[in-house]
């Protein structure tokens, strides 16, 4: 947890490694949503939105850093 929530963001926000951060965010995000919201997945809240919307934004967001990379802005000069 301390890795997924605290250092691989600080990688994110500085570029390092943004492919292998993104992963480890995603798999980070995926696990909490098995393990703690698994009964909510099918939910919706009274004004219609989805309960875990923001989880799943996280995990949609990080998947998309890990396809696509950091781009030219990065701190590494590897794709990895």
Request: glycine residues 12%; hydrophobic residues 60%.
């Amino acid at each position: 947890m301390f890795i997924g929530e605290i250092i691989e963001p600080i990688f994110l926000f500085v570029g390092f490694r943004t492919r292998i951060a993104g992963l480890i965010i995603a798999i980070n995000t995926f696990m909490a949503i098995f393990l703690i919201l698994r009964e909510k997945v099918f939910a919706s809240k009274e004004a219609g939105g989805w309960v875990i919307e923001l989880e799943i934004l996280f995990l949609l967001g990080a998947l998309a850093l890990f396809f696509t990379g950091g781009g030219k802005y990065a701190a590494s000069l590897k794709s990895t």
